[in-house]
């Protein structure tokens, strides 16, 4: 099937890693359906694209930490009435600081967004990706991997999108699905100062950017990765924190995460 006539739905598609790997997507000829809360932002993705790649990219606002989102996405897409054949699941919203000092509605809206409605879009996505034998890339975090202080809720946001991108990938498999999980480290976008990290020890130095996790998560997508962790250090981190006591591997990250 010729690639114009093949359609991926990206959230967080207006900034950062979503918005890089639009343009991958629309570079090799995709179709878009971009997904984020800003209608204004995601217009100007969408001109963008289409004009430089000469795509169809649609645009559907939607905020992602209602309760039913996945399912209001699931009609919106279903509406447009195309094929889909890849699902990037990369919307994400995080929150530094004290547990016990943080915003419970922050809190359940983090949860809504990484957790929920990624799970509902895949579900009701999924007959279309199985029947086109398509491709689903979730965007984890390299905090997936170990407890992480003063990030606590995120971290076990994170830690869920990777172990159900591992189950699922096990599962669709046989019927020619792949699932990534792509698990970047401290990356230079505007994620850090809305999460409120960018005083953080993690934060400091040279960052990875947007443009190359994207990359690397695209390429390992396409490759059938299951899990890609982008960066040599950020490897050599996961490699060690498994074999790193929990307590020892907590205390790390936790120190790395604090003010």
């Known amino acids: 099937m010729a690639k114009g006539s093949m ?7 207006s900034k950062g890693i979503g918005y890089e790997l639009s343009r991958l997507l ?10 984020a809360r800003s209608e ?30 996945g399912d209001q996405l699931a009609e919106r897409i279903a509406q447009l009435n195309l094929p889909i054949h890849i699902l990037v699941n990369n919307a994400g919203i995080g929150c530094q600081g004290p547990f016990f000092k943080s915003n419970s509605v922050t809190n359940l ?6 957790n929920v409605a990624l799970t509902r ?4 996505l999924l007959p279309g990706l199985v029947a086109n034998k398509g491709k689903i890339l979730n965007t984890s975090s390299h905090a997936a991997f170990q407890p992480v202080p003063y990030l606590a ?7 869920y999108i990777l172990s159900f991108s591992q189950a699922l990938a096990e599962e ?21 100062r809305r999460a409120g990290m960018q005083d953080t020890k993690a934060a400091q130095g040279n960052l990875i950017s947007s443009r190359t996790v994207a990359e ?9 990765k299951t899990v890609v962790v982008p960066g040599l250090k950020e490897k050599v981190m996961v490699i060690a924190g498994r074999v790193a006591p929990r307590r020892v591997v907590a205390k790390i990250a936790g120190n790395l995460m604090r003010d």
């Open 172 to 192: 669709l498999k046989p019927k020619g699905v792949s699932v990534t999980a792509l698990c970047p480290g401290v990356t230079d976008t505007a994620f850090i």
């Open 26 to 35: 629309a570079r090799d000829g995709y179709n878009l359906i971009l997904i």
């Open 40 to 69: 204004e932002l995601l217009g100007e993705v969408a001109r963008e694209l289409e004009a430089e790649f000469k795509i169809k990219a649609h645009v559907l606002a939607q905020d992602l930490s209602l309760a039913m989102a």
């Open 7 to 13: 359609t991926a739905v990206v959230t967080g598609a």
């Open 153 to 159: 809720v995120y971290a076990a946001t994170k830690a």
């Open 121 to 124: 879009l895949t579900q009701v």
């Open 216 to 224: 690397i998560g695209y390429r390992g997508m396409l490759r059938g």
């Open 109 to 114: 809206e983090m949860i809504l967004t990484n």
